[in-house]
């Protein structure tokens, strides 16, 4: 019996390791990426989210935006150290996924020049597409929720008040006051 204890200690202590060596991994890679880098990721981000930015964030713009607006909020030094980690977990899912769809794209794309492609492989491809973009899509959302539930009510209300006038400066154009999707 005390060695099954003592497994399950290693395996947790090996899943833990291997956890965090991916988060600093990504929070690494996160940070010596150069600016043009890191518009290229948001860019590729926007085209393939399923509309996140336009239609979800808009309403609920998440962890950094708190954080980039902390003095209207008010925040606690507790509520800026958890938004930071909310906005770094949020960061590093957002990039793995951003890759596994990037390598979802390449198996299709190859599996797809080939001479004689079976129905049944480019189905596989097409449906992991599509799970991956949709798993990019989704990948924000419950960071920018959390992110939102820190807030207490009064800071709720400067959220929804801020977030609907950061919305409309950002969208404005000449002849409206709303860009279209």
């Known amino acids: 019996m005390k060695s099954v204890k003592v497994l399950l200690s290693s395996i947790t202590a090996i899943l833990l390791l291997s956890a965090s060596s991916a988060y600093a991994l990504s929070l690494g890679q996160l940070e010596t990426m150069s600016p043009s880098q890191k ?17 979800f964030k808009r309403y609920h713009p998440g962890p950094y935006w708190i954080l980039k607006n902390k003095s209207a909020f008010h925040l606690t030094p507790e509520q800026i150290q958890r938004e930071g980690q909310l906005k770094d977990e949020m960061a590093m899912h957002t990039i793995e996924d951003d890759r596994a769809l990037q390598r979802a794209y390449d198996k299709y794309e190859k599996d797809a020049a080939t001479a004689h492609p079976t129905l049944a492989t480019i189905k596989k491809d097409i449906i992991r597409v599509g799970k991956a973009e949709t798993r990019l899509g989704w990948e924000m959302v419950p960071y920018h929720l959390q992110g939102y539930a820190l807030l207490n009510p009064a800071q709720k209300v400067t959220y929804t008040q801020l977030a609907a006038k950061t919305w409309a400066q950002d969208h404005r154009t000449p002849n409206s006051n709303l860009q279209q999707r």
Do not use: P, T
């Open 39 to 55: 518009k290229q990721a948001q860019q590729y981000f926007r085209s393939h989210s399923l509309g996140f930015s336009s239609i």
